[in-house]
């Protein structure tokens, strides 16, 4: 029993210990700002490996989660006679939850668990290390490009996202399911409200995005550097940032929409 | 300590660039180093020896300030290294480097670029300064026509040779070596036997090799040290440690040019975890 | 080179992003720009909001020019007062005897809060917006010249007393089956 109990508290104190480390790797991140000369340069390589190297598979859910959802949302407002409102329903679900929730669930497990497989390598072979020894900080040079990268990448793919998803809807309901166009987008744009839809979205895709890219890094950061660790590590990463995402998302759904 | 009483004897060997002194580091529960105290001299190679586990490459972590000492002082050209700021730390690091076990290239760049990589870090040289220097230190490890392929296609001794460029790219004032020599080819050992010889006399540079490859390390050591037991068990010329009168000395140097036969303090270790598990 | 050609792609992805972002702002919610405008707030007290919500719109004759801003309860007369944001271009352009009613798009639809405007004498105007009262022009169709009374625009922060209720269904239904026995 008192085992028990004291397996709790040192489990506890671990989880403590590890936030603490993976702020820790935040801060340093963040604080020691690449330098100027090489910044820009490695952000956009970055930019490259995290957002673009994303953008196709994000692209295509998109499309198919916009067309499946005009499909499924259609043959219910068909009953209702309320068709007309399949470009709202759409929009709406899509800028507020899908748009910012899928595409955090697919960068996790596209770049996020990538991050932490190469950053965990680059641990196991001693490739921090040896960037320590060169008086190189490897929190500057690796962990905080890689962090802006993802932080900036997520929220134009969930914008991306959104737009593809919407053109993929518009494809089914209208060309295909004979929703009226005009309507389909003029109501569509007298229900979503920019501030509130589109805005509250975007800042769940920045939360989600520092939530994504965070444990990812810290993960590949904090890994057991060898083979079995790294795998570990890339698991825990779509874990641990697909369940964090879904709990934030619920605390800000409940923030931001409930009022 | 009796334990080096030898140091007293190398004062020909001029002073000393990093000098460790009565370090006591634990990790966790499990004590690393004891009090331990010995100098690496300027200008020379000094090998660290011993048995697999006793913390060889944590002394190298130690000297690059990548770990504390719970206790004690390590200093590096007379500067105290653990209390260093952090600037004044990395500092100190452009003036070292370290030769890892695996090379530690960076996978997503080609030899050329990886021996770049510090001088681009590092120096404002312009990119046709920096490329005669990595060709010449290309050149050096004889590497110059690997330098456009990636590590990934090189082989173990040839990873071990750019990385090698890489750590005199920026002329260091130490070398430190982990286990350069574990899993190569006997080709490959002689030829990085050869190449941290000739550039310790061309560089002017201080090498630390920390190995238990003993014949090896015994052919081009001016200093060696033999670490144990939570210590330093004895340190000498080579000549003066084939001759040196400790039993454990003689046991790891001829024990391990026997052939692979566990050494005195492992097979301790070994019988108390079996006795215990017993229990 | 190979750095170059990152950096296009890396272009393109930003550049999508970005058009993408045109894209939902403009196509998909174009409410948004015409209402990030200034505004004034109007307050009106109703006996029975039925369930208007907050960001309904209000309008008049069908054309939104504003959204409910918040809906709270008057702490003396435990009435519901809902605050209207309206585009400043309306700004003492009503009359204080302007009506709000609450209204329901379609059968099913969402409640919404309807403005039958009377437009506000010039003298009111003036007086409203601050500038000197000038009875030089002396306008012989003016209302309150008729009455004898000096009506005010509404301005931001005025209260609007001509209200109507939202229908509730219940009572409705209510009244009909009391008639009913009634006869």
Redesign the interface.
């Known amino acids: 029993m008192i085992d028990f109990f004291q397996s709790i508290g040192h489990k506890t104190l671990s989880r403590f210990a590890s936030l603490g480390r993976a702020t820790r790797m935040l801060i340093g991140a963040l604080v020691n700002v690449p330098n100027l000369r090489k910044g820009p ?1 490695l952000l ?2 970055q ?2 490996m995290v ?2 190297q994303s ?1 196709l598979i994000i692209m295509v859910s998109g499309l198919f989660i916009g067309m499946v959802l005009a499909l499924q949302g259609y043959t219910v407002l068909v009953g209702y006679g309320a068709e007309d409102s399949l470009g709202p329903l759409v ?1 709406l679900s899509l ?1 507020r939850e899908l748009g910012p929730v899928v595409t955090a669930l697919l960068f996790a497990g596209r770049a996020g668990s990538a991050l932490t497989a190469e950053i965990g390598l680059m641990k196991a072979t001693e490739q921090l290390s040896s960037l320590e020894m060169m008086a190189i900080d490897p929190l500057r040079r690796v962990v905080s490009p890689r962090f802006w990268a993802g932080f900036i ?1 997520m ?3 969930a ?2 996202f ?3 998803a ?1 053109l993929g809807a518009h494809l089914v309901g209208v060309d295909w399911l004979g929703v009226d166009s005009g309507s389909f ?1 003029s109501i ?3 229900q ?7 805005l509250n979205g975007m800042i769940k895709s920045f939360v989600f995005a520092l939530i994504v890219t965070w444990i990812a890094l810290y993960k590949g950061y904090d890994c057991i550097p060898t083979s079995e660790g790294i795998s570990k590590a890339t698991t825990e990463t779509v874990v641990h940032s697909s369940l964090a995402v879904l709990g934030f998302d619920f605390l800000l759904t409940a923030v931001m929409f409930s ?1 | 300590m009796s334990q080096f009483v030898n140091v007293d004897v190398e004062s020909d060997l001029s002073q000393a660039i990093v000098e460790i002194k009565d370090v006591t580091f634990s990790r966790g529960e499990r004590t690393i180093y004891k009090n331990m105290s010995f100098s690496v001299p300027k200008g020379k190679i000094t090998a660290i020896m011993g048995p697999s586990g006793i913390g060889k490459t944590t002394m190298l972590r130690l000297i690059g300030g990548q770990l504390k000492p719970d206790n004690g002082d390590i200093l590096f050209e007379g500067q105290s290294i653990p209390r260093m700021s952090r600037k004044a730390l990395y500092d100190a690091r452009t003036k070292m480097s370290m030769l890892f076990q695996s090379g530690a290239l960076f996978t997503d760049m080609s030899v050329f670029d990886n021996v770049a990589f510090p001088l681009r870090e590092h120096t404002q040289l312009s990119e046709d300064l920096i490329r005669l220097v990595v060709l010449m230190k290309l050149q050096a490890v004889g590497l110059r026509g690997a330098k456009d392929l990636m590590p990934s296609e090189l082989s173990g001794g040839m990873a071990r040779r750019a990385a090698l460029a890489r750590a005199i790219a920026l002329d260091p004032e130490l070398i430190m070596y982990d286990e350069p020599f574990a899993g190569q080819d006997p080709i490959s050992m002689g030829v990085l036997v050869k190449l941290i010889k000739s550039l310790n006399e061309v560089l002017g540079l201080s090498s630390l090799i920390v190995t238990h490859d003993v014949n090896e390390v015994l052919s081009i050591a001016d200093h060696v040290v033999i670490i144990a037991e939570q210590g330093v068990i004895g340190s000498g010329t080579p000549e003066q440690m084939q001759q040196h009168d400790s039993a454990l000395v003689q046991q790891f140097l001829k024990g391990l040019s026997d052939g692979p036969v566990p050494f005195h303090y492992q097979a301790q270790n070994y019988q108390e975890e079996l006795l215990s598990g017993g229990q | 080179m190979n ?1 170059r050609k ?2 296009i ?2 272009g ?3 550049a ?6 045109a ?3 403009l ?7 015409s ?2 405008g200034e505004t004034y707030t109007l307050n009106a007290k109703f006996e029975n909001i039925g369930s208007l919500k ?2 309904a719109p209000i309008k008049v004759g069908g054309v ?1 020019i504003g959204r409910v801003e918040g809906i709270s309860i008057h702490p003396q007369e435990f009435v519901p007062v809902v605050a209207m944001s309206i585009d400043a271009n309306y700004e003492c352009q009503f009359s204080d005897t302007t009506s709000v009613s609450i209204l329901t798009s379609g059968i099913l639809g969402e409640q919404y809060l309807g403005i039958s405007p009377v437009i506000a004498s010039d003298s009111a105007k003036n007086t409203c917006l601050g500038n000197e009262v000038t009875n030089t022009s002396s306008d012989v169709d003016d209302l309150d010249d008729l009455f004898g009374v000096q009506s005010k625009a509404l301005k931001d922060g005025d209260l609007v007393t001509d209200t109507k209720s939202a229908l509730v269904l219940e009572e409705l239904i209510g009244q009909f089956l009391f008639n009913q026995g009634s006869e």
């Open positions: 340069a956009v390589r930019l490259y957002g673009h953008l929009a800028l990448s929220p134009l793919l914008l991306i959104s737009a593809v919407i987008w569509m744009q007298s979503v409200s920019f501030e509130k839809d589109i009022g | 750095t990152i950096e792609l890396v393109l992805f930003v999508l992003g970005v058009a993408a972002f894209v939902l702002a196509k998909v919610a174009n409410s948004g720009i209402g990030s907050t960001r939104v």
